[in-house]
C-alpha cells in the first residue's frame, strides 16, 4: 500500500490519524497541493479527481475518498475497531460521520474555500475551476457554528461522539473543529464540552 | 424496524429501492415533506436532523442518514450484497458512492434548492433557515453536467458503476439523475452509455 498524504491538509489528515490510530506502518507520499502536485498528469492517472487522502493498494488500484480508504483499512486492520463491532454500533458511526461531514466540515470548507486567496477560480474540490461565491463565506460560518452547538450539546455526558469509544466520528469531529481556525472561528467559550476534550 | 420515507423524495427512495432490492418487507411511514411534518415537534424527537430517510430500530434508535440505514441493513440482510462483499469490493463501491453523492446528487439538489420557490428560507437540508444564493443555481448545474459525463465515461464497457453486481453506487446515480429533470437537466445526447441504462 502507498498513502498519498498532504501534511497541512484537512481531509488527509482523517486518514492518518486512523492509520495512527490502527497502530500499523503504511508509507507514505507527500503530494504537495500548494504548487499544485495534485493536478499534474501524474497524479491525475492515479486519481482522477486530484484530491488526497488517496490510497494505492498492491495491485494498483488507488482509492479516493476518505471513507473509502478507512472501509478498507477497517477490514485488513479489524483490531481497534474505528466503524464500529457489529450492525447498531456501525451505523451509529456511519450516521455521526455522515452529520459532522455535511453539517461541519461541508461548511467549514466551503466558507474557507470561498474566501482563500489561493483557492480563486477553485472554489470547488477537484479539477475543475469554480468561481468563489462570497455569500458561502458567511453561511458556511453560520453553520459551522451550529454545528459546534449541536455536537456540544450532543457530547453532554458521553466520552465519545458515537457509542463507547473513539471512532472514525471522532476524529472526523477532530479536524472539523481545528479547521475552524482557518476561518478564524475557534470553539465558542459556550461550547464547555468541545472545549474539554483535548484536540490531538 | 420503522422506516420513515417520502414517497416524492430523492433521498429517501434511495432507501426504498435497497430495501426492494433486499427483497424484505419492512413497515413504512409517509412523512409529508411538503406539508412540513418533517418540522413537528413529534418527528424531531424522532429525528433531530428533520430529514427523511430515517429507520427507527425495534429498541427505538433512530438511525438518519442514508449511508448508516443501508450500513445497517446490509448487516441485518447481507443477500444480495449491495455494498460490496470484500475489502476491496466494499470500497470501490463506498467511493463511487461518496463520489456520486458530492459530485452529482450534491450539485443537483443544491441547484434545485436555492432556486425552487417552495425552498425559499430553506436552501440547506434541516431545521435551519438559510437564504437562497441565487449563484448556486447555475453552479450547481454546471456541476450535475460535469458530473454525467464523467459518469458516463466511467460507464464505457461496464455494466454496473462499481464492480461487478449492482450495488448502492448504482441507486445514488440512478436517484441522481432522475432528479436532473427537477432542474430541467435531462441526460444530454452525449452521454450514450448514461441513456442506455434503464431508468427504474
Redesign the interface.
Known amino acids: 500500500m502507498l498513502f498519498y498524504d498532504c501534511q497541512p491538509a484537512p481531509s488527509p489528515r482523517r486518514v492518518r490519524i486512523f492509520i495512527a490510530e490502527k497502530g500499523v506502518d503504511i508509507p507514505v507520499q507527500q503530494i504537495d497541493l500548494r504548487s499544485g502536485e495534485h493536478l499534474t498528469e501524474e497524479f491525475k492517472a492515479k486519481n482522477?479527481?486530484c484530491t488526497v487522502p488517496a490510497l494505492e493498494?498492491d495491485d494498483g488500484?488507488v482509492?479516493?475518498?476518505?471513507?473509502?480508504?478507512c472501509?478498507?483499512l477497517e477490514?485488513?486492520y479489524p483490531e481497534p475497531p474505528l466503524i464500529g463491532h457489529?450492525?447498531?454500533s456501525?451505523?451509529?458511526v456511519?450516521?455521526w460521520n455522515?452529520?459532522i461531514e455535511?453539517?461541519g466540515l461541508a461548511a467549514v470548507a466551503e466558507s474557507f474555500r470561498n474566501h482563500a486567496k489561493g483557492f480563486k477560480g477553485r472554489a470547488?474540490?477537484?479539477p475543475?475551476g469554480?468561481?468563489q461565491?462570497p455569500?458561502?463565506v458567511p453561511?458556511g460560518r453560520?453553520?459551522t457554528e451550529?454545528f459546534m452547538a449541536?455536537l456540544d450539546q450532543h457530547l453532554k455526558g458521553r466520552a465519545f461522539i458515537a457509542g463507547d469509544r473513539f471512532s472514525m466520528a471522532d476524529i472526523t469531529a477532530l479536524i472539523t473543529i481545528d479547521m475552524g481556525a482557518w476561518i478564524k472561528l475557534p470553539i465558542p467559550e459556550s461550547c464547555a464540552e468541545l472545549r474539554l476534550k483535548p484536540t490531538e
Not at 63 to 69: F, V
Open positions: 482522477p479527481d493498494l488500484t482509492l479516493s475518498e476518505t471513507i473509502a480508504i472501509s478498507y477490514d485488513t457489529d450492525a447498531a456501525r451505523a451509529n456511519l450516521m455522515a452529520r455535511q453539517q470547488v474540490t477537484g475543475q469554480y468561481d461565491i455569500e458561502l453561511r453560520a453553520r451550529q449541536m
